[in-house]
């Protein structure tokens, strides 16, 4: 299979940017990228005070690691706990979780979901903006 980028080593300006009211996701390996069968990763970047609504993943695990931020993460309906960096989060399959950046600055995470797949999907959301490799968002 064809790579991406540079091979296997991928940088963000690499692959595109899935761009939400809410923040900004870039998937650095996924199956059309890197040709990784049994997982994907990206980048999440929370905007300052805002979040995603609650949701699930049908059949498919993931793994947030907090890289830098503060925030709340609420998994299967239970109370919000706040997070910090070096906080990892799993979410079972089909289980309800959302996160909200309750800090100033951006909220930066690291996402796995396994298998790979449902990533895709987020391109269908409505207000999802996709730009190509290397293209910034125009404020």
Known sequence: M?????????????????????????????????????????MVVLAPGKGHDSHNHPGVEEIIFVMSGEG?????????????PGASIFIPPDVDHSTINTSWEPLRLLVI????????????????QVLPPGEVPQS
């Open 72 to 84: 709340e993460q609420m998994v299967d309906h239970q109370p919000p706990v706040p997070i910090r």
């Open 2 to 42: 064809e790579k991406l980028g540079r091979g296997y080593i991928v940088y963000g300006d690499d692959v595109e940017s899935l761009i939400f009211d809410w923040g900004t996701l870039k998937f650095l390996s996924e199956p059309e990228v890197t040709g990784a069968r049994r997982f994907s990763f990206g």
């Open 113 to 128: 979901y396994a298998p790979p797949g449902s990533e895709r999907g987020l391109r269908d959301i409505p207000g999802c």
